[in-house]
């Protein structure tokens, strides 16, 4: 008790829980927002449950927001909570738009009216550059979302830089490519094909099926990721930083590697595809350039595409055979 005090929204998902390790580790008193659900989700929470905070409150409702930040009373929000998965945001746009979008100004005006000195981050995503206009992007290549999440981001991005304009709050972006780990969700490419795999090579199943193989992403690892946020909150200035490794892979490369770890041949015989993985608007290729990052914050990835696929695929084959088949 006694450290610095820090509020994270999004803390039961794959970001928040690695974040409220890593302020907890620097000696942070850590606030998180949990909603309310039949079963309650706190599996990525296990290393942190004796320390950490909870709050009850939803992003859809202010009342619960400005509460939550009274009780927290913090010197630094994280604003992870979103709804995160891009293809869901197509069969739910308004409740997406709702969460990712409007949500953040409604945690901005909770914030505002307690306490206005408060430094706050918002988890921006390179889905918001979308159709590229540049290769690689940075903080200065223009946005074309391709999705309603994205299309939300971007509302949420411009809020940010909008209340740090107009009423001069130190409000950060961080614009960050795909990052990944064995917390990922199981609908997220990465996890899939990692958890695929595993459940292939322990007999459990004879095939994954997936969407748009060529698809092509700057992958990295989380950890490394919510170093970053935590960084872009230490600057006596506000402002937006691409968090990125620069290096980009196709699907198709991330299911030869995690083939390749499990000791699997012929991988292509164990993958099918369908269209209904397909989106009604694809994101074909993103690769970011971290170089602002490097140089103001002295942030650089650590974890690369071959030991990313190791950490997952290995991951996914510890938990399966142990008999989990949960998350
Ligand atoms: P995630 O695992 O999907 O976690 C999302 C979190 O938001 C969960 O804790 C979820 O709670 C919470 N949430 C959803 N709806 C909410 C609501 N209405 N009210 C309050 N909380 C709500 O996402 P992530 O991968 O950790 O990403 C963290 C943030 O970074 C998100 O904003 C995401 O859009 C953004 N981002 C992610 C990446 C990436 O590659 N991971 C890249 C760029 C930006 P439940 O557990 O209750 O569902
Ligand atoms: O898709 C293709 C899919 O769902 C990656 C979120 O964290 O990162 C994430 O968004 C690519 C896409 O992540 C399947 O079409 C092929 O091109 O893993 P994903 P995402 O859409 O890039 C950004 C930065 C965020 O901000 C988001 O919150 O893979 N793909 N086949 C597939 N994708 C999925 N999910 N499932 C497939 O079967």
Redo the contacts with the bound molecule.
């Keep these: 008790m006694g450290g610095r005090r820090a509020f994270i929204?999004?803390?039961?998902?794959?970001?928040?829980?690695y974040l409220a390790e890593l302020l907890l580790k620097k000696g942070y008193e850590v606030f998180g927002?949990?909603?309310r659900?039949s079963s309650p989700?706190m599996s990525?929470l296990q290393t942190v449950r004796e320390e950490l905070h909870t709050l009850d409150?939803?992003?859809?409702?202010q009342s619960s927001l400005s509460h939550a930040v009274k009780l927290a009373d913090p010197e630094e929000v994280y604003?992870?909570?979103?709804?995160?998965?891009v293809a869901t945001s197509f069969s739910q746009p308004v409740l997406t738009g709702?969460?990712?979008g409007l949500?953040v100004i409604r945690l901005l005006e909770a914030v505002r009216a307690h306490n206005p000195s408060v430094k706050f981050y918002q988890?921006?995503?390179?889905?918001m550059f979308g159709h590229i206009a540049q290769e690689p992007q940075d903080e200065t290549t223009p946005f074309h979302p391709r999705s309603p999440?994205g299309v939300a981001?971007v509302y949420a991005y411009w809020a940010c830089v909008n209340y740090r304009e107009a009423y001069g709050l130190p409000i950060s972006n961080?614009?960050?490519?795909?990052?990944?780990s064995p917390?990922?969700?199981l609908e997220?490419v990465t996890r899939k094909i990692s958890d695929g795999v595993a459940r292939i090579a322990l007999g459990k199943a004879d095939s994954i099926t997936l969407g748009n193989l060529e698809a092509r992403r700057d992958w990295g690892y989380?950890p490394d990721?919510v170093d970053l946020m935590w960084r872009t909150l230490q600057q006596s200035e506000p402002g937006d930083f691409v968090g990125a490794t620069g290096e980009a892979h196709t699907v198709r490369e991330f299911l030869q590697e995690a083939f390749k770890v499990a000791g699997i041949e012929n991988w292509e015989g164990h993958v099918k595809t369908d269209p209904k993985f397909n989106r009604p608007a694809e994101v074909y290729a993103l690769r970011g350039n971290p170089a602002k990052a490097k140089r103001v914050l002295g942030w650089e990835p650590k974890v690369r595409f071959k030991e990313l696929v190791r950490i997952m695929v290995r991951a996914d084959l510890e938990r399966l055979s142990k008999g989990q088949s949960g998350a």
Excluded: C
């Design positions: 929204t999004g803390v039961t998902g794959q970001d928040g829980s927002l949990v909603r659900l989700n990525n409150g939803d992003l859809t409702d604003n992870l909570a979103a709804q995160s998965f709702e969460i990712t949500g988890a921006s995503s390179s889905e999440y981001k961080g614009i960050l490519f795909n990052h990944e917390r990922r969700g997220f989380a990721y």
